[in-house]
């Protein structure tokens, strides 16, 4: 059997596949652990979509004479989603800016081919709507004003989030340039934030907090392509890092300030700082 990966052959060790549904699958595995991901995949020279479990499956090891894999960077893949996304929400704000209601319509009924890569890259936007707003309205039988209003300010919400993560992609030294100002400014707060949850002051104090949870969040996707591009920071040491995020969230929503306040200022943030002391070069460099 020849596999070639973006046309050049490989040596690849088989274990214990017996169709090419699982050959692909431990290529897949294979390649995201360089982060890549597979873009296309032909096998005998016939094109299949990488999931299609059913007609890969049915081809055994025996009858396999290539296997062809094209790839594409885990930075290209999201950069392309969030075109995907800008592009179909660009439309409906066309539709809904000429309250062509029947196109709106129609046009939602293909939201679903859209709805993976929201909630893979625009989570955030994504679940404060409670991953059900583009369905909830797409069921009514006629639309609403309030609902043309709703639809306009989603799309132009999720148009502008898109632009912002495709700049993280693309400029990801001076984004995160801009993030090591932004918390070497805000240092000082974060020992405040536990004060003023004890004293009473939770609105000042969840403030601040979502500020910071909104910067440790892009922080977090800006390593993650850093990384990609330098290898300098290990993966157990990210994993980490979003645990801690978690735990950060649940203390919150256990309104438990004392432990709260703990993880912002003793793991938090040091974690923060070691991850800028690793990144300090480059970001001074293309920053």
């Keep these: 059997m020849q596999i070639l990966i973006d046309n050049k052959s490989i040596d690849f060790t088989l274990e214990r596949e017996k169709n090419s549904f699982e050959v692909i699958t431990a290529l897949s595995n294979w390649l995201n652990s360089s982060n890549m991901l597979i873009s296309s995949a032909s096998v005998n020279d016939k094109e299949y979509y990488i999931n299609d479990k059913a007609s890969l499956g049915k081809i055994s090891i ?16 999201k950069f392309y989603q969030l075109i995907l996304i800008q592009d179909f929400f660009k439309t409906l704000h066309h539709l809904v800016e000429g309250k062509n209601k029947t196109g709106i319509k129609e046009y939602l009924a293909e939201y679903s081919t859209i709805k993976p890569h929201l909630e893979s890259v625009i989570d955030r936007a994504y679940n404060s709507q409670g991953g059900g707003f583009i369905e909830s309205i797409a069921e009514k039988a006629e639309f609403s004003e ?3 209003i709703d639809l306009r300010n989603f799309s132009d919400n999720i148009i502008f989030i898109a632009e912002n993560r495709k700049k993280e992609i693309i400029l990801t030294m001076e984004e995160l340039a801009k993030e ?3 918390f070497e400014n805000f240092l ?3 020992g405040n934030i536990s004060v003023l949850m004890q ?7 969840m403030e601040k907090i979502i500020e910071f949870i909104d910067f440790s969040k892009k922080l977090s996707r ?12 290990d993966l157990e040491s990210l994993s980490s890092y979003n645990k801690l995020l978690n735990e950060l969230v649940e203390a919150l929503s256990r309104s438990d300030s004392v432990l709260t306040g703990d993880l912002l200022e003793y793991e938090i943030a040091p974690a923060i700082e070691q991850f800028f002391d690793i990144m300090s070069d480059d970001i001074m460099t293309d920053g």
Excluded: H, Q, R
């Excluded at 025996?62 to 893949?77: C, Q």
């Excluded at 004293?199 to 104090?205: C, E, I, L, N």
């Design 180 to 182: 090591k100002a932004w």
């Design 62 to 77: 025996e009858k396999i004479d290539k296997i062809s894999i094209t790839t594409v960077t885990l930075k290209e893949f």
């Design 146 to 148: 309030n609902d043309l």
């Design 222 to 233: 800006l390593m993650s392509y850093y990384n990609i591009d330098t290898g300098k920071i």
């Design 188 to 190: 000082p707060e974060l």
């Design 199 to 205: 004293t009473g002051k939770d609105s000042a104090a």
